[in-house]
């Protein structure tokens, strides 16, 4: 009976993943991508929010269970405010919050078989004063992570409700990463993925990207709920007040 323990202990673990991934998938892609003027986030406007401030110069996009988002929220803006309270400000990183915090905690709560896991994925985003030192960490709710190359960042960044669709997205060769120079840009490129991976996931099927609209009234009209964004400013990044939620217009989107 002892020898079968770890055996059963796996099938377990299996049969939770298998069980989070079903009820993910109708989860909301978020779009996060970086750029000149900062870094941008982008998804489908739902009834609760999915682009939260975690402190001065970072900013989480997630998606999942609405109860999970919110604790995993506040276990990121507790952690990172008593990191700049007991260090400094400048000691507050995405990668400590990852490497500390997120990920051992999601994991903790992953194993856990006998307790309801944590439905999240999200990406943490860490504004820096050039966007080549701009940091991203694409999070899942087994405490696994990893941080792309700025190239990767510049292309934009997605999670979605199936994991499918990001590992599709990781793997198209037609989206090339430049660095976009106006929040104008940056948004169009953004709602452009999110569309991408509607008509993918709505499809069944492999989209190719050169079919996707490229105008902005064609690819408002794949998101009738609308819209929920978020930035932090570089113009901002010294003061408190990085993260904000601009208007439409800035954003080329509309009045």
């Known amino acids: 009976m002892i020898s079968e323990e770890p055996y059963r202990w796996l099938e377990a673990i299996r049969n939770r993943r298998e069980y989070i991934e079903d009820q993910m998938q109708g989860g909301l892609p978020v779009v996060a991508i970086n750029g000149e003027p900062g870094i941008l986030y982008l998804t489908t ?31 990121a803006i507790d952690a990172a405010h008593l990191e700049g309270f007991t260090r400094s400000q400048h ?13 051992p905690a999601l994991k903790n709560a992953f194993e856990q078989i006998f307790a309801a896991p944590l439905m999240f994925r999200g990406i943490l985003c860490e504004l820096a004063d050039q966007p080549a030192n701009d940091a991203a960490w694409v999070i899942d709710y087994d405490g696994t992570y990893q941080s792309p190359r700025p ?9 979605a409700g199936r994991k499918r669709s ?31 991976i509607r008509l993918l996931e709505k499809s069944e099927q492999h989209a190719e990207w050169n079919d996707t609209p490229e105008m902005l009234p064609d690819l408002l009209k794949i998101f009738p709920e609308g819209l929920e964004f978020s930035v932090l400013d570089r113009k901002l990044v010294a003061t408190s007040q990085a993260y904000r939620t601009p208007a439409s217009a800035e954003l080329g989107l509309g009045g």
């Not at 919050?97 to 997120?102: G, H, I």
């Open 151 to 159: 190239e990767e960042f510049h292309r934009g960044l997605i999670v």
């Open 45 to 75: 406007r739902a009834t609760t929010p999915k682009i939260f401030e975690i402190y001065d110069h970072l900013a989480l996009g997630c998606l999942g269970h609405p109860a999970d988002l919110e604790k995993v929220r506040q276990a």
């Open 91 to 103: 000691d507050v990183t995405a990668r400590r919050l990852v490497n500390y915090n997120l990920g």
């Open 166 to 196: 990001q590992q599709n997205w990781e793997q198209l060769k037609d989206k090339k990463g430049e660095l976009l120079h106006d929040w104008p840009a940056m948004a169009l490129s953004a709602l452009r993925i999110a569309a991408w």
